[in-house]
């Protein structure tokens, strides 16, 4: 009898487990799933507004892959995610072990994360303000760069931008890390005669690599899709100095309304950040 009540209990369990995951199953199909499934057959064909869909093939990838503009958006685009992730994922670890070795943590935090619930548009009107010539920047460090005008430091600025208002929320989830390592670990280094930097080296950094990799999958993604900065800060210039896919995939779409072509950049850009965090999963997976 016991046996059988508990089969039914568990039963029981799983049925309501089920329901609790369906509704963010049918969420997640109507909005990532199906999305992403539209756009890659939309990458295999012809489709322009006000023209029949025609199916291409791969005759769309072998177009965009050849386009010398593609290829400069990309290099852009990678330039732009290694500028972010890697400082900051970095910054954000070095910061959070400061705050967290100090005693005022949630006012240095706050001030850190003041600029992540800015909007994107506000950020950028700020920093339009702050790289004019006679903006703040400059009369600071007693220069007079063109930041956004210029071939050398137009992408710089932008990824200025993105690490002022991404390192906050890169710095909290570094701080939740650093604290859910327990202090029995750092008492026991002690007594064993281990100094911070060891203690670093050898309890921090292997503890808090999940959490790392995190900030860097994260960082990744909001570099290589990132649009609003550097449209409203450079527009893509001077050149196509700081035009990123995400830009391209903007113009080709809603400019030149070729969505076979939009669509392919869209699959290759996720086939891109697909690769990068394959890559970081396996520099920063914790090893046993």
Known sequence: MRKQSSGYLSRR?????????????????????????????ISFSNYSLGVPMKFAGLENYRSVLGDSDFRTALMTTLKLGFGLALPGTLLAFLIAISINAGQKTNIFTSIFFAPVIYPPVVSAFIWSAAYRGDGFLNRILGTNIEWLTSYKWALFSIVLVMLWTNLGFYIV??????????????????????NRWEQLRWITIPLIKPVLLFIGIVATGDALQVFTQPYLLTAGGPGSSTRVLASL??????????????????????????????????FLRPKE
């Not at 799983?14 to 997640?28: C, D, E, N, Q």
């Not at 113009?251 to 850009?269: H, Q």
């Open 13 to 41: 369990e799983s049925r309501a487990g089920i329901l609790f995951v369906i509704p963010t199953m049918i969420l997640l199909l109507v909005f990532s799933i199906a999305p992403i499934a539209g756009t890659l057959g």
């Open 173 to 194: 989830i570094s701080l939740t890390g650093l604290r859910g390592i327990s202090n029995t670990y750092y008492e026991a280094a002690s007594i064993d005669g281990a």
């Open 249 to 282: 995939i903007y113009e080709s779409s809603f400019r030149s309304l070729d969505f076979g072509a939009s669509s392919t950049m869209a699959m290759v850009l996720l086939a891109l950040a697909l690769l990068i965090s394959t890559i970081q999963f396996a």
